[in-house]
């Protein structure tokens, strides 16, 4: 009785054989002479072994007129001139050590892109707010100091640095203030020490330079640090790291 070798090894010879008898790409058969492989490189090959595939990178697209909109907002503009030179006088009564626990929106009117970004951080953390569309409505001393002399706001958010409102024409924008209202604004922070936070900003002067200059092409690292008026208001600022560049703001000499 014969034995019959393993089922391995018989599937593996038959493996064999069925592959010596195809014919293979580049491999000789009886009376055929060996032609090279066909080059199979594209045309764009340049002898490495990394081919050069086109990049199918998307075309930028144009900008949307929201975002030119609000691009335009966030430069150079200008305050037009108010009824006076100087900020409306305080109240008689005024009590500057007192204020609301509300915080102030100032909004530049239509198409304001800040204002959704302040009113959703204030909802967040829950502190009452009240926005405020400097575009419709003058800003006065009564906007600010309540009848009985307490201020009505702890702080003051501005949705863009100057507040710059949308025009038709070209040039430079006004801001939604003039210059006697930003003058009755900085006077009621002066008298109830009230912060001032500006969402965006500009290296400009309108309406004050917030300590941001426009470094020009340069780009150099540097330490930024607070002026010795500004580090006895902000003890808690320390000196940090800044790369300055086109527009980068420059070490700012106070914060308001």
């Not at 014919?23 to 080059?39: F, H």
């Not at 037009?80 to 626990?101: C, I, W």
């Not at 604004?185 to 912060?195: C, D, K, N, S």
């Not at 930024?224 to 420059?250: M, N, V, Y």
Request: aromatic fraction near 6%; proline fraction near 12%.
């Amino acid at each position: 009785m014969k034995r019959l070798a393993p089922l391995p090894a018989l599937l593996s010879a038959a493996l064999l054989l069925a592959a010596c008898g195809q014919s293979q790409p580049g491999t000789s058969q009886p009376g055929q002479r060996l032609s090279p492989a066909p080059n199979t490189a594209p045309a764009s090959a340049t002898g490495s072994d990394v081919l050069a595939l086109p990049l199918n990178s998307p075309a930028p697209q144009p900008l949307s007129p929201e975002a030119q909109s609000a691009a335009r907002r966030l430069q150079e503009g200008y305050v037009p001139r108010g009824p006076s030179l100087h900020a409306q006088a305080l109240p008689a009564g005024a009590q500057t050590n007192r204020v609301a626990l509300k915080v102030l929106v100032l909004s530049s009117g239509e198409g304001d892109f800040g204002l959704s970004s302040a009113v959703s951080m204030l909802k967040e953390s829950a502190i009452p707010y009240d926005v405020f569309d400097a575009s419709t409505q003058p800003l006065t001393m009564d906007t600010l100091v309540r009848g009985d002399g307490v201020g009505r706001y702890q702080g003051v958010i501005l949705t863009s640095s100057a507040l710059l409102m949308p025009s038709s024409t070209p040039g430079p924008l006004p801001s939604a203030l003039d210059s006697a209202e930003w003058a009755t604004l900085f006077e009621y922070e002066r008298a109830y020490r009230v912060r001032q936070l500006a969402l965006f900003g500009w290296p400009g002067a309108v309406p004050e330079d917030y300590g941001l200059r426009a470094a020009g092409d340069a780009t150099t690292l540097t330490t930024a640090q607070a002026t010795p008026e500004g580090q006895r208001a902000l003890p808690d600022l320390t000196p940090g790291p800044c790369r300055c560049s086109t527009p980068t703001p420059t070490p700012p000499r106070w914060w308001r």
